[in-house]
């Protein structure tokens, strides 16, 4: 195991840009104003091949507990057990303020060494900022500008003599496990806000590991936690679950933040293999799940849909459980006519109801999803489908279909070799796609046809 290195300060001193240089890749949200990040995110960093995984945590708030920002705190303080080393940070050119020299006196109070960071240290500005640090009684303070990458080669000297050793051996660590099957299954959770992503995930993981409280729009970046689930079999598998923000209609998203934090969100889907779409039970399918559902699949990912808050349902909110599950399952089909029969699961993220099979299903649907068909297979079917329902000949010109191959899967995607193509009905495609799901295999998986004729070599050009 590589050493966990946590970040950690009051709002707006550049915590999420430090945790970006040292991951080397702008996975953070990062704005001007206070409080962008509310969840613990995790990264891999590393300095002059020092490797470790650095957490960038929200900004320490004084708050009351149940507030936001009190419950945003309770995460970071929660973060500091088990870690190795934190980067307590300070903004040099602002210089110490009552809520650093808070943090500084619950830290002293933690069995965890901590290296003073004074973050915006560029020129002669922070200097003063950078003699107060010293007071805080962590030893001499690193100068660092995470924005210009200024300093980092004492981040380094200050690291180096808490988590060298654990790195060392972290690294040989991964030597040996080398040659085993990667490949956890990547899953993200999207939806509208406050239909329960984060509140679900924590109930995968047993803790309160992401934020969550009654208030829309609370989960602002998109947040992967490594996790291990034991099927129903007894079998160990691992999942990346990556939990996103809310997305709401465009019209609606109007803060530049929520902009980022939408665009995370997409950024997400395309890095996952199977995406759940959540859906609220109080509310029903909307029309802005239909879109988030149709951008999944565009992005040939494979998608289910939950319908989370199950415990409600046949509560005068919810009404009749039945109805409501088969309105949305028709709904569903008729909004989506390019995925039909999509996995639908009532779930409850309070309860736990139905997560398991969620998740079963998960691995079956990434299975189909990654499934390569032998070509001899693939053409037995291609010539059964051509004889039940040939292609029309359009003005009397009869379009040829000679052959089918598999050009690649994740999502699968075929290519139909044949002459006249261009004339092809839409209808005909459908009728191919539909086929090559119910017959091969692919149930809801989004696949791809792509149509190629061979070059005329009489033709001008």
Same mark, same amino acid.
């Given at each position: 195991m590589k050493p966990t290195v946590i970040i950690i300060g009051r709002p707006n001193v550049g915590k999420s840009t430090l945790f970006n240089r040292l991951v080397g890749k702008k996975l953070a949200l990062v704005d001007d104003q206070p409080g962008v990040t509310r969840d613990r995110r995790f990264g891999d960093a590393t300095i002059a091949g020092l490797e470790f995984t650095v957490v960038d945590t929200a900004g320490w708030e004084d708050e009351d507990a149940e507030t936001l920002p009190g419950r945003m705190r309770r995460q970071t303080e929660v973060s500091v057990e088990g870690a190795d080393a934190a980067l307590f940070v300070i903004d040099a050119?602002?210089?110490l303020t009552p809520l650093d020299e808070e943090i500084a006196r619950w830290l002293r109070t933690q069995e965890i060494p901590v290296v003073a960071v004074a973050n915006k240290a560029e020129g002669s500005a922070g200097d003063a900022g950078l003699l107060e640090a010293f007071s805080l009684g962590f030893g001499e303070p690193v100068a660092l500008s995470a924005e210009h990458g200024e300093g980092v080669a004492d981040l380094f000297d200050a690291l180096w003599p808490i988590i060298g050793e654990k790195a060392e051996g972290g690294e040989r660590d991964g030597e040996e496990n080398e040659d085993e099957e990667a490949g956890p299954l990547k899953l993200a959770i999207v939806g509208r806000p406050n239909a329960g992503k984060s509140t679900l995930i924590n109930r995968l993981l047993g803790e309160d590991r992401l934020l969550t409280g009654p208030e829309a729009g609370i989960t602002r970046d998109s947040i992967a936690v490594d996790w291990q689930w034991t099927d129903p079999d007894g079998t160990v598998r691992?999942?990346?679950?990556?939990?996103?923000?809310?997305?709401?209609k465009r019209s609606n998203v109007v803060e530049k933040l929520e902009k980022l934090s939408v665009a995370d969100a997409k950024r997400a889907i395309d890095f996952a293999e199977v995406v759940v779409l959540l859906l609220d039970a109080t509310r029903g399918l909307e029309h802005q799940d239909l879109k988030i559902a149709s951008m999944v699949l565009e992005e040939g990912r494979a998608l289910m849909i939950a319908i989370n808050k199950w415990d409600m349902a046949g509560s005068e909110q919810v009404g009749d459980a039945s109805r409501l599950f088969n309105?949305?399952? *028709?709904?569903?089909? =008729?909004?989506?006519?390019q995925a039909r029969g999509l996995p639908l699961f009532a779930v409850s993220a309070k309860t736990g109801k139905g997560l398991d099979q969620m998740l079963k299903a998960a691995f079956e649907i990434r299975e189909a999803w990654s499934k390569r068909v032998p070509t001899a297979a693939l053409n037995r079917w291609f010539d059964d489908a051509l004889e039940a329902n040939p292609p029309p000949a359009p003005k009397g010109k009869r379009i040829k279909l000679r052959y089918i191959t598999q050009a690649g899967t994740r999502p699968p995607r075929f290519v139909v070799f044949g002459t006249r193509l261009d004339m092809l009905p839409k209808s005909y495609e459908r009728y191919l796609v539909? *086929?090559?799901?119910? =017959?091969?295999?692919?149930?809801?998986?989004?696949?791809?046809?792509?149509?190629?004729?061979?070059k005329n070599p009489y033709a001008k050009g």
């Open positions: 050119r602002a210089g691992d999942i990346r679950l990556i939990d996103t923000a809310g997305m709401r309105g949305i399952k *028709g709904a569903l089909d =008729e909004g989506l006519a539909n *086929g090559i799901r119910k =017959e091969l295999g692919f149930d809801a998986v989004p696949v791809r046809v792509v149509l190629k004729a061979p």
